[in-house]
């Protein structure tokens, strides 16, 4: 039996950055971690708090060459409702930053962990899958698929939505689904995206370009699924026309890409988040739709606090106690962040006309009230930072009317 100070199981995005932090921090980690099941095709926009945080791990420098910026983010109300918002536009330079985030590949990104995992000294990894789990007051013990046992005094589950060790711990899920799919694709334009991605807001979700380097942009279209399927079997040309013309043209002439894929949207949310000697980060304890970036981001913090709490002083035992205070951390900004994912989602497929106008009136005050919307960014970035600037943002305001 080989024994670890922590095992984090799952070996997706969440799993293997979460790893290489935890043992950065100091911590002896073995990484349950079976090869990926297929190829993942799609890009992920992470936003400037993120990004720092790949860079204290010393891995940004080598994503970025596959990274485009996002220095300017766009809605337009594409419906043809009655009542329509006004075009919203958020300029990262307005809250002092040359891009919000960064848009890559997802294989840029794996690529970069599995060289990372590999180097790191601390890291043990096991490609068998956990078969069962047990958790105690004492250590979880973990007996992978070809026979080997391990044992951790502290467990994280990155084992996504169907998570084993979330049902040895027994916390329980909500789950709910959503009448969308979202086709998930890559195209190439004629003219530049000047790092802008723009969202278009359609009565059956959102169409969100997202820009990726060159002229290039990735896309991600929620729509009806049997719109998606019907879409799905146009030929790449006959494809590239439509999505031309769902974007107005902004970007000339579309080029889609191979390798298109559809996904059925749902939502979850663990009723917990960690227990004892246990943390669920990732899709383990939160799943919602592709909406507004923040599915990674929110992993991201999940590891974040984790990290935190588990190697501030790596010299000492892990408390028993840690997965306890890792949900009290995170309980509050995972329900916010799915909370209002699920209302915006279901603000644009939403026939009540009092639900359109609160959506069109919100856009609108956005656009007319720089204030409001710098703190909506701010706070789009990383929870809390908008609030925190406001006594900055008044005390330089006051320094300029007395000059």
Known sequence: MKTFEIAVIGGG????IAAVSLARGGRNVALVAPPAPREDRRTTALMDQSIRFLDRLTLWEKLKPSAAPLATMRIIDGTNRLLRAPVTTFRAAEVGLEAFGYNFPNKALMDVLEGAVATEGNITRFTAFAEAIEATADSVVITLADGEVLTADFAVGADGRKSKLRETVGIDVRNWSYPQAAMVLNFGHSLRHENISTEFHTESGPFTQVPLPGNRSSLVWVQNPSDADARNELSLVELSNVVE????????????EEGG????LSGMMAHRSGKGRVA????????????GAQGLNLSLRDVIVLTDILCT??????????????DRKRRMDIMTRTTSVDLLNRSLLSDFLPVQVLRAAGLHILSAFPPLRNLVM???IEPGRGLRDIPAAIQEKLGRKKA
């Open 13 to 16: 995005l969440a799993g293997m």
């Open 245 to 256: 013309e769902r974007m107005q043209s902004l970007l000339g002439k579309v080029t889609v």
């Open 261 to 264: 894929q559809i996904w059925p």
């Open 280 to 291: 669920l980060i990732g899709e383990a304890a939160h799943v919602f739709p592709p909406i």
């Open 313 to 326: 002083r790596p010299e000492l035992p892990i408390a028993a106690d840690a997965g306890n205070q890792f």
């Open 378 to 380: 701010r706070e789009g």
